[in-house]
């Protein structure tokens, strides 16, 4: 079941996305609203972070395209804010906190300029938001795992994007920070900015997502939370994998099989 | 005079390394500067066999492009034959090393080179090696206007591309994201520290190059965690290293080069040490990681 | 050819020191080199041919004499000192391994350097030689050494051998190696000693800066051969052996050559060939399997073209013209040109005055297409809710890969069906 909506803010057009010609991502193909808080939900390998990665453009596509307020990514880059999984980095790298925040700031300085006192005074203040400035002269490597988290949603903020994509924010963080995010991400979200968000726990999906993408492999189902939240859709994405598609990806892989006539 | 030389040297070199080394070290690509500074001698000899004589240009030329060739080979094997990274390092320095070996030995008469100098360097010619202006006048040794231009290069190249240098080292997906070019900031890196490694290669050695890229920004690396401030203990470890390693080897009358890498491991030994002792001393009274 | 002669009939003495010489230290090398490679230590391995040189010279301070044992123990304390080092580093600091391989490697190689300066100082007439160990000599071997290394090399193969498996396994899948009860710590241990035994073996002959490439290069390229980790290490050897071979031969041919280079050389030169020409593995045969993929789609999207044509009429063995298939779909049709001769080469189509049919053969085939590739359609919209609109072009690469096996359970799994999500007939 795919619920699709006018005048998308995201339009994911039939992606497919393979790691070494083996495909990952089969045929996605959804459309997002503004405004919304969306979870993409699937079982272990069903492709969650790998979409986001494709939407931004950090892999490269085997088919399809994906659209940003009706635009391609690269018109758009300024509106559109990531946030990595807290473990892809490494904390033990010698900045402070208030240094990471204002990386979300370089794109809108440009190359060879400096961040000026603008800038800090943006990043304090998103540090405010996720109730981090009492750590901004902090170094990284003192920080717990909610305190990370904190700090990448900062420096997203910091980005003043339009649309967030947001890799397991979740993932790891206290019970405390989990809320003081997702009270954030609301009133985001009420201030007409669109968030996705890709989560793993099935018990808060209805209290935290009004759309709902369910992924596994392939796209299972795409809509209000209401009506994609249902037993048998959860049945059918977390209801074992397409044995016939990993399959079929597996002999993809070994005869080297372009994914493309020409 | 001839120690004031020297150790001015010394410590351009020590500190033009270990400016790039600290960003190598931040993207474990540590390994890599190690490939570069073996690989750009087949660079050298050739251009040297080309141009006849050891002017400066044909030799950076030669010996960058050949370091720029290992690091593209070392990408090129991992990429297109799914070699492993550290095997694809291992395979292509040691074969480009080697032949520069073999084209030594084949041009023992024409090229003054030998092999010890590859990994020793000469920095106790480096006095030696005046730059006479056309008058006569004598302006002092040129490897060390080479190297100077060559900081001032390097410390240019840090101060413009700072944040995005930082930036795709540190989170290299939210860097593309932004839009920033992770392969352009790589290989701008990559190319920095060929032409380093070749200027510095002829005074101090393969070696040398080495213990510098890597060692100081190590240490600075264990004693901070301010990126400027790693930048700068480490230029200023590389100055007390020239230093040291000339007084020892001068006491010793041992390998100029041989020594500013022992007191390179001396100093990281040094901070190593004294850190778990402090550690072991405060541990037992240190909280658990705080949580929230 | 009468050098080589003369090199293959050992009549020299000095040429058989040096290939056995060689042969054994590459042999040794490349043995354990495999399992340092499958373990993803190949810096390791550099490392610890550095920091074999202050050990060397420690032993040559202490003694006083170019004692062949009592250098090799000290080349063994050092490169083991240097190898729990990097380990102790990584850690207990946020230092991480490759920087601390590259510290370890330069200080040590450093303290080496400044030993070996004031050996020379010290004027110590026996000193003649010491030198070579950065580089190798493999003139200067003599019956003694050969000696050494033989028992060298025999310690190391009995000790492969012994711990082969436990090897294999441990370089394979550590964690569950040490589920299985595997000492891994100890065994790593071993591997490490091994490895710097196999290390001193050849400083003599190839040096310590280049003794790296004597471990990995021949075990980089015999991954390229085999999946099957005995054959590997069997292949590693041959490698390496002959680069050793090849290294003794160059430098008898030509005396000023040095042995040890063209070794490294000569095993490199065996390494690139395999990355680019290895079946299977190498980059050309994968860059033709896919060009001869990519024809294959060409050729089968053809066949379907006569066959969609045939469909409007039920006449589907009907003489078609350039024109009237390319306006099936959008082709470029030089190659649809390339395309339809290679098919009535192969049988699939016949051709007259510039017209084709298929051929009973060709019509079988295109069948067969159309009908996987309406198979795949209804298994993407059964399964996977992809809209009708859109699942053409999703089933369009597939079509040519579905292997029988694959294509028996698509079958299954859709219910053995007639038509596809369009509603046309799915062909048998």
Same mark, same amino acid.
């Given at each position: 079941?795919?619920?699709?909506?006018?005048?998308?803010?995201?339009?994911?057009?039939?992606?497919?996305?393979?790691?070494?010609?083996?495909?990952?991502?089969?045929?996605?193909?959804?459309?997002?609203?503004?405004?919304?808080?969306?979870?993409?939900?699937?079982?272990?390998?069903?492709?969650?972070?790998?979409?986001?990665?494709?939407?931004?453009?950090?892999?490269?596509?085997?088919?399809?395209?994906?659209?940003?307020?009706?635009?391609?990514?690269?018109?758009?880059?300024?509106?559109?804010?990531?946030?990595?999984?807290?473990?892809?980095?490494?904390?033990?790298?010698?900045?402070?906190?208030?240094?990471?925040?204002?990386?979300?700031?370089?794109?809108?300085?440009?190359?060879?300029?400096?961040?000026?006192?603008?800038?800090?005074?943006?990043?304090?203040?998103?540090?405010?938001?996720?109730?981090?400035?009492?750590?901004?002269?902090? &170094?990284?490597?003192?920080?717990?795992?909610? %305190? *990370?988290?904190?700090?990448?949603?900062?420096?997203? #903020?910091? @980005?003043?994007? !339009?649309?967030?994509?947001?890799?397991?924010?979740?993932?790891?963080?206290?019970?405390?920070?989990?809320?003081?995010?997702?009270?954030?991400?609301?009133?985001?979200?009420?201030?007409?900015?669109?968030?996705?968000?890709?989560?793993?726990?099935?018990?808060?999906?209805?209290?935290?997502?009004?759309?709902?993408?369910?992924?596994?492999?392939?796209?299972?189902?795409?809509?209000?939370?209401? &009506?994609?939240?249902?037993?048998?859709?959860? %049945? *059918?994405?977390?209801?074992?994998?397409?044995?016939? #598609?990993? @399959?079929?990806? !597996?002999?993809?892989?070994?005869?080297?099989?372009?994914?493309?006539?020409? | 005079?001839?120690?004031?030389?020297?150790?001015?040297?010394?410590?351009?070199?020590?500190?033009?390394?270990?400016?790039?080394?600290?960003?190598?070290?931040?993207?474990?690509?540590?390994?890599?500067?190690?490939?570069?500074?073996?690989?750009?001698?087949?660079?050298?000899?050739?251009?040297?066999?080309?141009?006849?004589?050891?002017?400066?240009?044909?030799?950076?030329?030669?010996?960058?492009?050949?370091?720029?060739?290992?690091?593209?080979?070392?990408?090129?094997?991992?990429?297109?034959?799914?070699?492993?990274?550290?095997?694809?390092?291992?395979?292509?320095?040691?074969?480009?090393?080697?032949?520069?070996?073999?084209?030594?030995?084949?041009?023992?008469?024409?090229?003054?080179?030998?092999?010890?100098?590859?990994?020793?360097?000469?920095?106790?010619?480096?006095?030696?090696?005046?730059?006479?202006?056309?008058?006569?006048?004598?302006?002092?040794?040129?490897?060390?206007?080479?190297?100077?231009?060559?900081?001032?290069?390097?410390?240019?190249?840090?101060?413009?591309?700072?944040?995005?240098?930082?930036?795709?080292?540190?989170?290299?997906?939210?860097?593309?994201?932004?839009?920033?070019?992770?392969?352009?900031?790589?290989?701008?890196?990559?190319?920095?520290?060929?032409?380093?490694?070749?200027?510095?290669?002829?005074?101090?050695?393969?070696?040398?190059?080495?213990?510098?890229?890597?060692?100081?920004?190590?240490?600075?690396?264990?004693?901070?965690?301010?990126?400027?401030?790693?930048?700068?203990?480490?230029?200023?470890?590389?100055?007390?290293?020239?230093?040291?390693?000339?007084?020892?080897?001068?006491?010793?009358?041992?390998?100029?080069?041989?020594?500013?890498?022992?007191?390179?491991?001396?100093?990281?030994?040094?901070?190593?040490?004294?850190?778990?002792?402090?550690?072991?001393?405060?541990?037992?009274?240190?909280?658990?990681?705080?949580?929230? | 050819?009468?050098?080589?002669?003369?090199?293959?009939?050992?009549?020299?003495?000095?040429?058989?020191?040096?290939?056995?010489?060689?042969?054994?230290?590459?042999?040794?090398?490349?043995?354990?080199?495999?399992?340092?490679?499958?373990?993803?230590?190949?810096?390791?391995?550099?490392?610890?041919?550095?920091?074999?040189?202050?050990?060397?010279?420690?032993?040559?301070?202490?003694?006083?004499?170019?004692?062949?044992?009592?250098?090799?123990?000290?080349?063994?304390?050092?490169?083991?000192?240097?190898?729990?080092?990097?380990?102790?580093?990584?850690?207990?600091?946020?230092?991480?391994?490759?920087?601390?391989?590259?510290?370890?490697?330069?200080?040590?190689?450093?303290?080496?350097?400044?030993?070996?300066?004031?050996?020379?100082?010290?004027?110590?007439?026996?000193?003649?030689?010491?030198?070579?160990?950065?580089?190798?000599?493999?003139?200067?071997?003599?019956?003694?050494?050969?000696?050494?290394?033989?028992?060298?090399?025999?310690?190391?193969?009995?000790?492969?051998?012994?711990?082969?498996?436990?090897?294999?396994?441990?370089?394979?899948?550590?964690?569950?190696?040490?589920?299985?009860?595997?000492?891994?710590?100890?065994?790593?241990?071993?591997?490490?000693?091994?490895?710097?035994?196999?290390?001193?073996?050849?400083?003599?002959?190839?040096?310590?800066?280049?003794?790296?490439?004597?471990?990995?290069?021949?075990?980089?390229?015999?991954?390229?051969?085999?999946?099957?980790?005995?054959?590997?290490?069997?292949?590693?050897?041959?490698?390496?052996?002959?680069?050793?071979?090849?290294?003794?031969?160059?430098?008898?041919?030509?005396?000023?050559?040095?042995?040890?280079?063209?070794?490294?050389?000569?095993?490199?030169?065996?390494?690139?060939?395999?990355?680019?020409?290895?079946?299977?593995?190498?980059?050309?045969?994968?860059?033709?399997?896919?060009?001869?993929?990519?024809?294959?789609?060409?050729?089968?999207?053809?066949?379907?073209?006569?066959?969609?044509?045939?469909?409007?009429?039920?006449?589907?063995?009907?003489?078609?013209?350039?024109?009237?298939?390319?306006?099936?779909?959008?082709?470029?049709?030089?190659?649809?040109?390339?395309?339809?001769?290679?098919?009535?080469?192969?049988?699939?189509?016949?051709?007259?005055?510039?017209?084709?049919?298929?051929?009973?053969?060709?019509?079988?085939?295109?069948?067969?297409?159309?009908?996987?590739?309406?198979?795949?359609?209804?298994?993407?919209?059964?399964?996977?809710?992809?809209?009708?609109?859109?699942?053409?072009?999703?089933?369009?690469?597939?079509?040519?890969?579905?292997?029988?096996?694959?294509?028996?359970?698509?079958?299954?799994?859709?219910?053995?069906?007639?038509?596809?999500?369009?509603?046309?007939?799915?062909?048998?």
């Amino acid at each position: 079941m795919i619920v699709h909506t006018q005048q998308p803010v995201l339009e994911v057009h039939d992606l497919t996305v393979s790691y070494s010609r083996k495909p990952v991502l089969w045929g996605v193909d959804f459309t997002l609203p503004t405004g919304c808080i969306a979870g993409i939900v699937g079982p272990n390998g069903a492709g969650k972070s790998t979409l986001l990665k494709s939407i931004m453009g950090l892999i490269p596509l085997s088919s399809g395209y994906v659209k940003l307020f009706d635009r391609p990514l690269e018109e758009v880059r300024h509106r559109v804010s990531y946030v990595p999984q807290r473990e892809s980095v490494d904390w033990d790298f010698p900045v402070s906190v208030l240094d990471v925040v204002l990386m979300g700031r370089y794109g809108k300085v440009g190359l060879f300029r400096n961040t000026g006192t603008r800038d800090s005074a943006i990043a304090l203040d998103c540090l405010d938001k996720v109730g981090m400035s009492a750590f901004a002269k902090r &170094q990284i490597s003192q920080l717990s795992g909610g %305190q *990370q988290q904190r700090v990448f949603l900062a420096r997203a #903020l910091a @980005q003043e994007a !339009d649309i967030y994509f947001m890799d397991e924010p979740f993932a790891g963080v206290d019970a405390a920070t989990e809320q003081a995010i997702i009270k954030l991400l609301r009133e985001m979200a009420s201030a007409n900015k669109t968030i996705v968000v890709v989560h793993h726990d099935l018990q808060s999906v209805r209290a935290y997502f009004d759309w709902l993408i369910l992924l596994n492999m392939h796209l299972v189902a795409a809509g209000p939370t209401d &009506q994609v939240f249902t037993e048998e859709m959860m %049945q *059918q994405a977390y209801g074992g994998r397409l044995s016939l #598609l990993s @399959q079929v990806g !597996d002999v993809m892989e070994k005869r080297a099989f372009p994914s493309r006539e020409h | 005079m001839i120690a004031f030389w020297i150790i001015l040297t010394g410590a351009l070199v020590a500190i033009t390394c270990g400016l790039l080394g600290c960003f190598l070290i931040l993207r474990k690509m540590s390994m890599v500067g190690d490939a570069i500074s073996h690989a750009v001698l087949p660079g050298i000899v050739i251009a040297f066999l080309l141009s006849g004589s050891r002017e400066t240009l044909p030799m950076l030329l030669g010996a960058g492009a050949t370091g720029m060739l290992a690091t593209f080979l070392i990408e090129y094997f991992h990429r297109r034959a799914n070699l492993q990274t550290d095997a694809a390092i291992g395979v292509t320095f040691t074969f480009l090393f080697a032949v520069g070996i073999i084209l030594i030995s084949v041009f023992a008469g024409k090229v003054d080179l030998d092999q010890d100098c590859v990994l020793y360097g000469e920095i106790a010619y480096v006095p030696i090696d005046l730059w006479v202006m056309d008058g006569g006048i004598i302006l002092g040794p040129r490897p060390v206007y080479i190297l100077s231009a060559m900081l001032l290069v390097v410390i240019l190249f840090i101060k413009v591309g700072y944040k995005e240098l930082k930036l795709t080292s540190f989170d290299p997906a939210f860097a593309s994201a932004l839009g920033i070019s992770t392969a352009l900031w790589h290989y701008l890196l990559m190319a920095a520290v060929s032409l380093t490694t070749v200027s510095s290669f002829e005074s101090v050695g393969a070696i040398l190059v080495i213990a510098f890229l890597i060692g100081p920004p190590a240490t600075a690396y264990l004693l901070t965690h301010d990126l400027k401030h790693m930048l700068a203990i480490t230029a200023v470890l590389g100055i007390f290293i020239a230093f040291a390693g000339y007084w020892m080897a001068y006491w010793l009358n041992a390998s100029i080069a041989g020594c500013m890498a022992v007191v390179t491991g001396i100093c990281f030994a040094s901070v190593f040490v004294a850190q778990r002792i402090a550690k072991r001393k405060s541990s037992p009274a240190m909280p658990g990681e705080a949580i929230g | 050819m009468q050098n080589l002669i003369d090199f293959i009939s050992f009549s020299d003495p000095n040429v058989r020191y040096v290939v056995l010489g060689n042969v054994l230290l590459a042999a040794s090398a490349a043995m354990v080199g495999a399992f340092i490679l499958l373990q993803k230590k190949a810096l390791v391995g550099d490392a610890v041919s550095h920091a074999v040189l202050p050990g060397v010279c420690a032993a040559f301070l202490f003694s006083g004499s170019k004692n062949t044992a009592l250098m090799l123990i000290g080349a063994f304390v050092s490169g083991w000192l240097a190898l729990i080092t990097i380990d102790y580093i990584a850690a207990k600091s946020k230092i991480k391994k490759d920087a601390a391989i590259g510290l370890v490697l330069s200080v040590f190689f450093g303290t080496g350097m400044v030993m070996m300066t004031y050996i020379q100082q010290s004027g110590n007439a026996a000193q003649s030689g010491l030198d070579h160990f950065i580089f190798g000599n493999a003139a200067t071997l003599v019956g003694a050494d050969l000696v050494v290394f033989s028992i060298l090399a025999a310690v190391l193969l009995l000790a492969v051998g012994v711990f082969f498996k436990a090897f294999a396994l441990v370089a394979f899948d550590k964690p569950y190696a040490e589920a299985l009860g595997y000492p891994v710590r100890r065994l790593d241990l071993l591997l490490t000693s091994l490895t710097v035994l196999a290390v001193v073996t050849g400083i003599t002959a190839v040096g310590v800066v280049l003794m790296a490439a004597m471990l990995v290069t021949p075990a980089a390229a015999a991954r390229y051969w085999t999946d099957n980790i005995r054959r590997m290490v069997g292949i590693a050897v041959a490698f390496g052996v002959f680069a050793g071979l090849s290294g003794a031969y160059i430098s008898y041919v030509a005396p000023a050559m040095p042995t040890g280079p063209w070794m490294v050389v000569v095993s490199s030169a065996i390494a690139f060939f395999s990355f680019f020409f290895a079946p299977r593995k190498g980059i050309v045969p994968r860059m033709y399997m896919q060009r001869k993929n990519q024809r294959v789609i060409v050729e089968e999207n053809t066949l379907k073209m006569f066959y969609h044509l045939g469909e409007r009429n039920s006449h589907f063995d009907g003489m078609r013209s350039l024109d009237e298939l390319a306006s099936t779909r959008e082709v470029n049709k030089a190659l649809l040109k390339t395309a339809l001769r290679r098919l009535v080469a192969k049988g699939l189509l016949a051709s007259r005055d510039g017209q084709w049919a298929l051929t009973d053969a060709g019509h079988q085939k295109a069948m067969r297409v159309v009908r996987l590739h309406r198979l795949w359609e209804l298994y993407l919209t059964k399964y996977m809710d992809i809209a009708s609109d859109h699942v053409h072009d999703d089933a369009e690469t597939i079509e040519h890969i579905l292997t029988p096996e694959l294509e028996r359970e698509l079958e299954h799994q859709l219910g053995y069906p007639d038509k596809d999500p369009h509603d046309t007939e799915i062909p048998k």
